[in-house]
């Protein structure tokens, strides 16, 4: 055999490798998380049931109910909105792996956006996956994309038109799910998931919803329970509170010119009171440096310290970093104390939960000691 031949089949033998590691990396995306949720679950469901043009697709979802049998509000967490933003995802599975309701009834979808899941943001450098030591060994997740899998809808338009306002947005924006509400049965990909957590709310008469987020230190809303303005006795109520528990929540409220947001469309055209909250993600900030598992788990970061200490910016960040663990502590700490200033105004429409760990307990003892 010439060796120009020899050569090729080396050549040919290495693209093979290459290509079948790429297809592995490719497939474990796709393989959904393990969540075991906690035995007072009631049942199981799909998004998909609310709008059957999603079944088969990969913008169904599970939902996890958990009834207590006792009249009540229903309340709606989501988690995974944005799968790039992991705090948000898990306080949702914290909440699914261990909530008890004896009134009312809790619906938890971990991940809203379940075909960001399956692919990450190009030219990000964003690590695949991350690994949570639990107390029965390690939890590994999934660390997607901020919008919807270009696989599930593609292409981008150069402009996003939302609709039905006609808010002009980036092309990017299109395959976004917090840009898309209410959304629309003939609408995108990304417009038909929106529309069917629409259907979900609007069928399940859910009283009171949160969408969980992160964001980037320098963006403004950091720390805040963004509201919409039907609900802003709870939404300064739980701000108070949690004021006097030592934590500052930023009560901001929703832009009634700003469209396509979970906060202002499930408020606008649903009969929910909706609430969103952020946490600072160091991941997603532009001055974040190497990007790489730690900043997911420890979000600590020399260049925002020097940011910081610097004064030039106006950045939302802890000096000595905002590990995992603080971040999805607020998250359910928001939860709780938002349902507690609802029990109050809403007396005849209580929905009361135990069995959550508070932000103490998950600084304290970690994450993983709540994971099943």
Not at 162 to 169: D, E, K, N, V
Not at 226 to 231: A, L, M, P
Not at 353 to 371: A, F, R, S, V
């Amino acid at each position: 055999m010439q060796k120009h031949h020899i050569t090729a089949i080396i050549i040919l033998m290495v693209f093979g490798v290459m290509g079948a590691l790429a297809a592995s990396d490719f497939l474990a995306l796709m393989k959904p998380d393990v969540l075991h949720p906690a035995a007072t679950l009631t049942r199981t469901g799909w998004l998909s049931e609310y709008f059957d043009t999603i079944k088969d697709t990969g913008g169904d979802t599970r939902i996890y109910y958990f009834d207590s049998g006792e009249p009540g509000a229903t309340v709606l967490l989501l988690g995974g909105t944005h799968p790039n933003e992991p705090a948000a995802f898990v306080a949702a599975t914290v909440v699914l792996e261990n909530i008890k309701v004896t009134r009312g009834r809790v619906l938890v979808m971990p991940q809203a956006c379940a075909s960001g899941f399956t692919c990450t943001d190009p030219f990000e450098a964003y690590p695949q996956f991350y690994t949570i030591e639990g107390k029965s060994g390690p939890r590994k997740f999934r660390f997607g994309s901020r919008v919807s899998s270009p696989l599930d809808q593609w292409p981008d338009p150069l402009v996003y038109s939302h609709y039905p306002s006609g808010q002009q947005l980036s092309g990017f924006e299109t395959r976004n799910l917090n840009r898309s509400y209410p959304g629309r049965p003939d609408g995108t990909f990304s417009e038909q998931v929106a529309y069917a957590i629409v259907q979900l709310i609007k069928q399940e008469n859910v009283d009171v919803a949160f969408d969980l987020h992160e964001a980037a230190p320098e963006i403004p809303i950091i720390n805040a329970i963004v509201y919409h303005e039907k609900c802003e006795e709870v939404a300064l109520s739980a701000v108070l509170n949690l004021e006097m528990e030592g934590m500052r929540y930023s009560p901001e409220l929703s832009p009634a010119n700003f469209h396509g947001l979970s906060h202002r469309e499930w408020g606008d055209n649903t009969q929910v009171l909706p609430f969103l909250m952020e946490t600072s993600n160091i991941i997603q900030g532009r001055l974040r440096g190497r990007t790489n598992v730690a900043l997911i788990l420890e979000g600590n970061s020399i260049r925002y310290r020097e940011a910081l200490e610097s004064g030039a910016l106006r950045i939302d960040y802890d000096p000595n970093g905002q590990p995992l663990e603080m971040r999805v502590g607020r998250h359910i700490q928001g939860f709780i104390e938002i349902l507690n200033a609802y029990n109050e105004y809403y007396e005849d429409n209580m929905v009361l939960i135990g069995n959550l760990p508070t932000y103490p307990e998950i600084m304290e003892k970690g994450i993983g000691h709540y994971l099943n």
